[in-house]
């Protein structure tokens, strides 16, 4: 028999290697055809992705779903409202130890964010008032899209800056979910300090900062600055255009009204609540809007000092999908976008697949 | 002259088995500086975890641990074991470097030997040379379906150090070489095939080693933006997202030792393929 060249063994080796390689690679394929195949997308690239075909769908926040909407790329599958009626979204949260520092200054921020919200509840209950133009004036300027989506989008808000009820027991689902779901592990509840569940979202929402602030009155006084956290062109967020815009004020803004001095914090905007997490740890923001699920997600996994100390909105996301898709069972082995895997977005995603037997991958 | 025969066999055998031993004892010093240098390393880093004592900063007991649990537990986000993972992360890798060597080798080759294809395609390299292969993701990712949109990516990587040095590797040949085998009559395809070639291969797969450091450079970007069919990459963005930076960093040393071994590879191919063709 003729010997075999240790060189053509070892070649032989390495082909079949590869090929090996290749064809496991095939196997699992398939299981992608079954399940929506979840991927990663920056809001901003969402609609450019959709109209391009990348994907077949995605979950944001406003104003990018109805930026897709009205300009006839896509089309609302679910409101998330339809997915978990009033679910948790925006929060304002804070550096635990600035808020020891610092309590007057953060009532007063607090302060001037309920002002701004309720200015935008009754600006929003009269679509005809000076204060709807002057409102949907600082959300194009804030979101940089047009005025006919900024109005689509505001359609679909609801600001509220109070704890209520409905906010604790829908923190304690999601928080309960991310358990069920195995992002976030038992032992990370315990090894924050917290009993179970209901201990940590009591512990983490604290609400007597926001009870303090309705007895605040303004000041002529400067009682400090504070380095605001907030996410690019995130319309659930626009309390805090409001709050800083002069005409909403009457000649000063509501922060000024209130002796609070706000500046962008470094790298602010962020592209998402996780990154804004990630400033709060590294010690470049002092309060920040973000979604409530990263705060919590961020604060359990990785013990970032914050806590929550009001609403900014809840509701106000959507699955946008191509107009090919009329069912979620449509985005079976389809590229769907999501802004991250801390977001209450994927976590909405997440619910209503499961709710529909559909496994959500990668 | 038997016994002084002898007496120099003698001296040979006793050099030689000198020099065995020596060569040993070195390459057991080397070894020893190397784990101790790891040792070392661990050390260092779990001092300072402890001294920070951040979540984002794990120790190294604590990284292993996520290590291990890795192979054993699907992540919450993919479903997907770390084997997978890596299963996946290699396929692109794979891809991009067949395509890569496929192009790269010839293009180098002909760029190397003709004046004018050198002249034709040197500017284009060049414009595209300095561009991070990360800054063609979207364009990838638009462009090409899974996995050639991420393999596109590793494909840029590996792509242009190969070229260039295949480029190089023929420039630095001899002329005296060239000449003697035009003399010898050797036709343009043997010149290519067996006096070009064999003359490149040591600086090809320098290119080789260099590209395969690039490309899982670029594999992990790729994975981190808009990528389905998980991989190590989506891993570690995907952990880093909800924070389990323990998770993250176990990702982060798998890619190390897949670059490790694959480099380790390109090295040790490069020596077998030197050695067959007689350049060493």
Known sequence: MKKVSKNKLMSIIGIVIIVSVLLLAGCFEEDGEKSIKAVKIAPKDMKASLDSGDIAGYVAWEPYCSDSVVGGVGKTLHLSGEIWPGHPCCVVA????FASSNPDLVKHFLKAHMEATTWMVNALADNTSMEYSLLVDIAVDFTARDEAVVKEALSHMTYVYLLTEDFYDGLKEYTDKLIEFEIVTDDKISERGYEDTEDFVDKYVDETYLQDAATVTPTSTSLGTVRVGYLLGDLHQLA???AKNSDVGGGKSLFEKYGVTVTDASGAPYSNGGDEMDHFEAGDVDMGYLGSAPAVLKHLNAGINTMILAQVNNEGSAIIVAESIDSLKDLRGKKFGI???STVQYFLLRMIAEEENIKVST | MNKKASKAQKNRTFFLSFFKVKKNRDRLIHLGISILAVIIFILAWDLYAQLQNKPYLPRPHMVFDALIASFFNRDPFSQRYMGEHILASMVRILYGFIIAF?????LGLLMGWSKHVHNAGNPIVELIRPIPPIAWIPFAIVFFDEPFD???????GIFFPVL?????????????????AKTLGVTKRNMLQKVIFPAVIPTLMTGIRIGLGIGWMCIVAAE??????GGVGFYISAMADVGRYDDMFAGMIVIGILGFITVGGASYIERRVSRWMGMR
């Open chain 1, 94 to 97: 804070v550096e635990k130890n």
């Open chain 1, 240 to 242: 805090y255009p409001v």
């Open chain 1, 339 to 341: 802004p991250g895997f």
């Open chain 2, 102 to 106: 496929i192009l790269a080798v010839p």
């Open chain 2, 150 to 156: 991420t393999a596109f990516i590793v494909f840029l």
């Open chain 2, 164 to 180: 260039i040095n295949t480029i190089f590797g023929v420039k630095r040949i001899d002329p005296i070489i060239i000449d003697a």
């Open chain 2, 224 to 229: 981190m933006v808009g990528v389905t069919g």
